[in-house]
């Protein structure tokens, strides 16, 4: 992901051990990480202004506003629509427009391997 500067990646789940495995994993292979708890987090994130992510990881079951709602949320705003979305959860996916899905457990190389397919899909 990292082939233009370095690739941003935004991680939504409300597991606090989850996030953090997944920062570190991730800025250990070069990218720049920010996480939110929950969809509504999410969704203010990424309409502050700030970096916008190359790609969001993302979970379903979580308080506040779940997977679901942020995506169909985040397909309705068309500044927001683009950004691909890896689905990484232990629920069913069904119901929901994904670039990828990963299910939980997942190994950390499988995550790493589905964002860089992400990245090589949008980069075309």
Not at 14 to 35: I, T
Not at 47 to 53: A, I, K, N, Y
Not at 57 to 81: H, I, K, S, T, Y
Not at 82 to 99: C, E, F, K, Q
Request: net charge negative; charged share 25%.
């Amino acid at each position: 992901m990292g082939h233009v500067g370095r690739a941003a990646v935004l991680v939504v789940d409300d597991d606090a051990m989850v996030r953090e495995l997944l920062v570190e994993v991730l800025q250990l292979s070069g990218l720049d990480v920010c996480c939110a708890t929950n969809g509504r987090d999410a969704l203010a994130r990424l309409r502050c202004g700030g970096q916008r992510p190359d790609a969001i990881v993302l979970d379903l079951d979580m308080p506040v506003m779940n997977g679901w709602q942020f995506r169909r949320e985040q397909l309705l705003d068309p500044a927001l629509a683009d950004i691909p979305v890896l689905v990484a959860s232990g629920s069913d996916p069904a119901g929901i427009r994904a670039d990828r899905h990963l299910r939980k457990p997942y190994a950390l190389d499988e995550l790493l391997g589905a964002l860089d397919d992400i990245a090589s899909r949008h980069a075309a």
